[in-house]
């Protein structure tokens, strides 16, 4: 599938230019037509501050490694990333174990440059590598009556230290709606800086959906399921009240423990200037569409 638009964001709005591997190579690949995404509104852009590989690859949310923001970077090497095979099942034409190297064959890697936003009010910016979940469904073939994508995350307690404990209920799962997980924006990443991405990071596949709270950008998938009823999603099934099933980045909707009006861009530290927190994430333009006609506060 073939989209574009306008990029706002640059090499230059994430990490120092020694890090971002080789830029020739980026410059090649945009040459050839692969995208390279960012937010509407390159004057809201130029406020951005830029990250480091280090602030993107050790300050992470993993539960399944531990609840610290340095524990999945110490102990995520545990996990073991290859073979690796994604189920995709349920209103599909051709359910199966899809390996992912057969996946990948088949697939168009770009490289996308999106705002991150946590739900815990602090932000980055990231270039991914991936491919449009769209594309990956297509392969499964999705059925006329599919309404949502579930997706599950892989579970070894033996790889992963953390679930030893009842954080959540183990597996985390995640789930969108089908017209959101079929936008040209949600993507399954790879990689970042045009590496592999790191066990912390969500390899070997993650969803990123650059306009929801990070917590939907779903780490280490291993099922895909296409249902007619909205699925149960991890933190909406552990505390509803605070964390609702869409979750989409809103500064007119506080979190009940603290204000969303505001983001600390990650990279200047603990007392960062804050930052206007962007409706969407900044990607209003591309996804308010699919909102049409719905209460955004009520539907959080």
């Not at 999945?72 to 209103?91: C, E, F, N, R």
């Not at 969108?176 to 790879?190: C, F, G, K, S, V």
């Not at 099933?245 to 809103?250: L, R």
């Amino acid at each position: 599938m073939a989209y574009r638009w306008k990029n706002t964001l640059s090499d230059r709005h994430v990490t120092d230019e020694s890090i971002y591997m080789n830029r020739r190579q980026l410059m090649t690949a945009a040459a050839s037509g692969l995208a390279m995404a960012g937010i509407a509104g390159a004057a809201r852009a130029e406020a951005l501050e830029t990250n480091s590989w280090e602030d993107i690859t050790s300050y992470n949310n993993y539960y399944e490694f531990g609840t610290s923001k340095s524990d999945p970077a110490k102990y995520a090497h545990t996990l073991v990333t290859s073979p690796w095979s994604v189920q995709i099942d349920g209103l599909v034409d051709r359910p199966g174990a899809y390996a992912l190297e057969d996946i990948l064959s088949k697939m168009t890697i770009e490289e996308r440059i999106y705002r991150f936003r946590c739900v815990e009010a602090w932000s980055m910016v990231v270039p991914w590598n991936g491919f449009e979940l769209s594309d990956m469904l297509e392969l499964a073939g999705v059925q006329s009556g599919a309404k949502y994508v579930a997706f599950e995350t892989v579970l070894r307690p033996d790889e992963m230290p953390g679930v030893r404990y009842p954080v959540l209920d183990w597996p985390y799962v995640e789930g969108l709606r089908l017209d959101e997980a079929m936008n040209p924006l949600t993507i399954m990443a790879t990689g970042i800086y045009g590496k592999d991405i790191p066990n912390q990071n969500g390899a070997p596949l993650r969803l990123v959906v650059p306009w929801k709270y990070g917590f939907k950008s779903i780490k280490s998938i291993v099922r895909i399921t296409l249902t007619d009823t909205q699925p149960p999603t991890s933190w909406n099934k552990s505390n509803g009240r605070e964390y609702g099933f869409y979750s989409n980045v809103n500064p007119e909707v506080s979190h009940p423990r603290w204000s969303q009006a505001t983001e600390r861009p990650l990279g200047g530290g603990l007392f960062a200037s804050r930052q206007p927190t962007l409706m969407l994430n900044g990607y209003q333009d591309e996804v308010a569409s699919l909102y049409e006609g719905m209460d955004l506060r009520e539907h959080f």
